[in-house]
């Protein structure tokens, strides 16, 4: 066995290690963080509040958008157990 099959495998996993830890280093120029975090909210946020905090079920706890109904489900159904 020449030298060079003798070393190939180990010489390759730590020139893959070296690359790979050369590649997940940070960055000198980090993005910069604002303390507002409003620059990502749009102006057309609906602000209305659709939490009902006394509901006991799904269906009467999250109210739908004003202009929004609920789809009709059948009784026995997973949507109407999901619901309830």
Same mark, same amino acid.
């Given at each position: 066995?020449?030298i /060079?099959?003798? /070393?190939?495998?180990? $010489? #390759?996993?730590? $020139?893959f290690?070296?690359?790979? %830890?050369i590649?997940?280093?940070?960055?000198?120029n980090? =993005? !910069?963080? #604002?303390?507002?975090?409003?620059s990502?909210?749009?102006? #057309?946020? =609906?602000? !209305?509040? %659709?939490?009902?905090k !006394?509901?006991?079920?799904v269906?009467d706890r999250y109210? #739908?958008?004003q202009? /929004?109904t609920?789809i009709? =489900?059948e009784?026995?159904?997973?949507?109407?157990?999901?619901?309830r």
């Amino acid at each position: 066995m020449t030298i /060079y099959k003798r /070393y190939a495998l180990p $010489m #390759t996993l730590m $020139m893959f290690l070296a690359m790979l %830890l050369i590649g997940c280093r940070g960055t000198s120029n980090p =993005i !910069e963080k #604002t303390n507002n975090d409003t620059s990502l909210m749009s102006d #057309t946020m =609906i602000t !209305e509040d %659709l939490l009902n905090k !006394e509901g006991m079920t799904v269906a009467d706890r999250y109210l #739908t958008p004003q202009g /929004y109904t609920r789809i009709e =489900i059948e009784e026995d159904s997973f949507g109407a157990f999901l619901r309830r």
